[in-house]
């Protein structure tokens, strides 16, 4: 993986030079964090405002009295610190890991970028800037875009992956090609890593296509079982969350080329309900076919994820099915929803519990 | 030789509180098919221009902090007649006209109390603002946007050291106070007039500070963006202003 060289701009003459001068000293004296990765070397994190912070109290106040109500609140409140959001542990992980990479590699843009992507009005972006300020957060990317739906600027920062807690956006985001998912607090909070990022994803319609999950509803079980035997050997098709998996991938290396496998500050992990005996060797030989490398493949054929992602304690764990989301909740595991595939069809609103052992 | 004509359709605006706007005939206008100009670059920006002393005139019939419109030809090749006879047909709301020449622009948008000066020619805004006159550059809307973007590069607001046009800078601020009040008669939401600010260096820290700054100076900004070094260009294509203040001249395609 080659390196990316910051490159400073050539000076322009005498003045030129001077006033690039008086512009780092001034650039030292406001701050001494280093400078934002270039967007297309980084990989591009945008998270919303609730996701970022708990805006419960907000929310209900833009909800029951309206925009103006909700504008002005926030101008009163703007320098109380807000408190944090189900996205605020992934956020101060991508940091812990951005430290590393950066002790590793001083002049590379492959990092982590957080932006702040909100279609909260400006004003309000005040009280949020403070907020950043507060803990400490390196977020220098955002857009607030004053009411519009800020998913059309997703791509313009080259974004990897939304965070939001509103679906509707979130489903714009993934048609559109970009990983996406809603976020969900947990009821209760596990203790995280503050040394590792921890991402846990489900197989079929989150890193995979929906293609199985078709089979199983429409199908059953054994059906899905002999499909998978026989198409063993035949990659699924991609799903939303493939490209961010690949992009984690890419930054792993990056230390196992520095030789801190066993050190290595991201850990990623697949909890799927497919059991391994009888469809599990689809998925792994799919990854193998991408180049992608997961490092822990749990098979729970059927078993409740909660449980087990309360032993994983992943910062985030994306799922396509509420069902799982909310058994993850419970448990303690922040979660990420992923709209997208057939699973929604049957999962819409209601909390079911599965009567098939399957997904 | 510089004349100056009223425009007697329309209702003139009281001189001390109007924002006068001055754009050129260039701008507005396109070559003649028949007796009448085509409608050219700045078409839409005068229409939101419009929109917005309505919705100022709806809420306050006696209103005075409103738009003013000046057309100003410095071109030889458009017709004086024909200028003010394509403003009659297309309903604009011109208060007056300035036939002038290049040599004497800035004398008559002084003369004028001209408070923004709006072209598609870069080095001749680039020119006025070096004489102190607000100037900027127009963007190409390609349909006509719901309300006025006026677009602020927060960049010398934080700053003012690198300020690239310093002449400009007092008529800058003055502008946005004036700007800022016309926007404060209006609410959060459902304005005619949407106020952008954009940070190209700087991290968010110094965005926050060009937002307080601004409103301290009685500009209220209702949307951000904070590039902090990244690329411009997709960016402002979404964000589609009428124009962009406080870069000095920039063109918005860069």
Redesign the interface.
Known sequence: MSEIKAKDSAPTGDAGEE?DA??AH??NL??N?P??P??QYAVTIAVSSRTLFNMVTERKIYEDQG??EY?AYQRDHENEPLMPGPAFPFVKALMTVNARLRQLYPDSEELFDIV?MTNN???V??RL??S??HYDLT??????????SPT??L????TNLYLSKDSEKVSEAIEEGIAAATMFMAVKENELSDTQLRVAFDGDAVLFSDESEIIVKEGGLDTFFEHEKKFENTPLAQGPLKCFLEALGKLQRKFYAKNERLNCPIRTFLVTARSAASSGARVLKTLRSWGLEIDEALFLAGAPKGPLLQKIKPHIFFDDQMFHIEGARELGTISAHVPYGIGQKYNKGKLIESPAKKK | MVSTVQNTDVKQKDADRALVVAVTTRAVFDAAAGDVYGMGVAFPLLQSLQKVNERLLEKNPAESLLFDVVLIATDSQQQSSRIISSTSHYGLEVGRFCFSSREDLVETLVVNNVQLFLSTDRDEALQVSQKGVLSALLGRQEAPSESLRVMLCGDAIVRPDCDPVPASRGAAQSFSARLGEMRGRFGVSGSPLSIVLVTSSGGSKSCGVALQTLRSRGLSVDEAYCLAGAPRGPILSLLRPHFLLGDGVIDLED
Not at chain 1, 155 to 158: N, Q, S, V
């Open positions: 006033k008086a512009k001034f650039d406001k701050t964090k400078r934002p270039k967007p925009l103006e504008v702040l009005h400006a004003q972006g005040v800037i403070n950043i300020n977020i220098e990317r955002f857009c607030m875009t004053g009411g519009e059309g600027y791509e313009a920062y080259m």
